[in-house]
């Protein structure tokens, strides 16, 4: 069998927009629970929707709407995409409360995050109030699915999202750590 040769461990060059590598911030871990499926589901989505807010924390708001990638995506519009996937999933499609008709997306980062904190609590509170096996309503003509899913589809979102946020951060001010 043939290895392959070890990744090097060359310092990685500088970020795009010309900062130095400020360090690694204090990394958190996750919760390690022997508990219920609802409560390790809500306290590891907990972790994830705590870790992507640090991740935006403290990001100077030009930079935070700059992309350093060429898809375009940027801080603060995954800020706003990940209020409104809960906002979605769970208060729209689950508890059917109605859509809004017109939902701004924030325009500075601090707004966006405050936005999607204040969200929290309602859609705890809608989740709390369900059992994994209630099923929402069909919606698009997809497959019905139950809280069950929409718990593991937001803790799937928030952390592919909160990962991008690391690496765009990393990229804008060089700031890495979990």
């Not at 979102?157 to 946020?165: C, D, L, S, V």
Request: aromatic residues 6%.
């Amino acid at each position: 069998m043939v290895w392959a040769a070890p990744l090097s461990l060359a310092p990685a060059p500088p970020p795009r927009f010309g900062h130095s590598y400020t360090g690694r911030v204090a990394d958190q871990r996750p919760p390690h629970l022997d508990a219920d499926e609802r409560t390790t589901l809500g306290a590891l989505l907990q972790f994830q929707r705590e870790s992507f807010v640090r991740k935006l924390s403290g990001v100077d708001e030009t930079e935070a709407a700059a992309s350093p990638v060429p898809s375009g995506t940027n801080l603060l519009w995954l800020a706003n995409h990940v209020a409104d996937a809960e906002t979605t999933w769970v208060l729209e499609r689950f508890a059917g409360e109605p859509e809004p008709a017109i939902e701004p997306h924030v325009l500075e980062v601090a707004g966006a995050l405050l936005r999607y904190q204040e969200l929290w609590p309602r859609v705890d509170a809608v989740v709390a109030a369900a059992g994994l096996e209630d099923e929402c309503p069909p919606f698009d003509g997809r497959p019905v699915v139950n809280m069950r899913w929409i718990l593991g589809h937001l803790l799937e979102e928030i952390a592919r999202h909160a990962g991008h946020a690391d690496i765009l951060r990393e990229l804008i001010d060089g700031q890495i750590g979990r």
